[in-house]
T-cell receptor, first 117, second 115 residues
Framework: GAVVSQHPSRVICKSGTSVKIECRSL??????MFWYRQFPKQSLMLMAT?????????EQGVEKDKFLINHASLTLSTLTVTSAHPEDSSFYIC?????????????FGSGTRLTVV | AQKVTQAQTEISVVEKEDVTLDCVYE???????LFWYKQPPSGELVFLIR??????QNEISGRYSWNFQKSTSSFNFTITASQVVDSAVYFC????????????FGSGTRLSIRP
């Protein structure tokens, strides 16, 4: 089945530094990937939709300069949290749309727990 | 606008009890998809089921069953003879039929199964 690999699973960084999270589709091509953020005991909130070869579409209220998304190939999308601050500490999950003939499915990465100290 | 409501924030039952997780949705789309995902403590999202809006047949998979009622915009999930391993957060989600549609998640229900 379609698998999405997300790395790192856990990262601790100092305030002011940048962190890059990778999301790879292992056995399929993902033209569209999604990035979600999940605060403790809360639901997944869509941050942005990433399309291969074009600029990401950000949801309202998400700072595009803060959360840089790059989808340069059909198998890799990256999320870079720039100048991270403690309030950016959260669980980030990527998802890829999987072509299923004339239909679509979604598969999720295992998530990245970011702690900014 | 699309919305998914999971009114039950937390549920705790004793092992072997049956438990139903409620999900109510709102959408203007005539065709859409509904999902249930399981999120264990490790964090990854585990896909459980996808249901097309034009298929109201209920589904059973082992101890899991889903009741889709289009008339009441509900897509409830029942676990029969619950087990401790069922403890997790469960999310109900909705997506429109268009390829540009996004998945909208409910707020989740934290299910605890006590031995």
């Amino acid at each position: 089945g379609a698998v999405v690999s997300q790395h790192p699973s856990r990262v601790i960084c100092k305030s002011g530094t940048s962190v890059k999270i990778e999301c790879r589709s292992l056995d399929f091509q993902a033209t569209t990937m999604f990035w979600y953020r999940q605060f403790p005991k809360q639901s997944l909130m869509l941050m942005a939709t990433s399309n291969e070869g074009s600029k990401a579409t950000y949801e309202q209220g998400v700072e595009k300069d803060k959360f840089l998304i790059n989808h340069a190939s059909l198998t890799l999308s990256t999320l870079t949290v720039t100048s991270a601050h403690p309030e950016d500490s959260s669980f980030y999950i990527c998802s890829a749309r999987v072509e299923l003939g004339t239909n679509y499915g979604y598969t999720f990465g295992s998530g990245t727990r970011l702690t900014v100290v | 606008a699309q919305k998914v409501t999971q009114a039950q924030t937390e549920i705790s039952v004793v092992e072997k009890e049956d438990v139903t997780l409620d999900c109510v949705y709102e959408t203007r789309d005539t065709t859409y998809y509904l999902f249930w995902y399981k999120q264990p403590p490790s964090g990854e999202l585990v896909f459980l089921i996808r249901r097309n809006s034009f298929d109201e047949q209920n589904e059973i998979s082992g101890r899991y069953s889903w009741n889709f009622q289009k008339s009441t915009s509900s897509f409830n999930f029942t676990i029969t003879a619950s087990q401790v391993v069922d403890s997790a957060v469960y999310f109900c989600a909705l997506r429109g039929y268009s390829s540009a549609s996004k998945i909208i998640f409910g707020s989740g229900t934290r299910l605890s199964i006590r031995p």
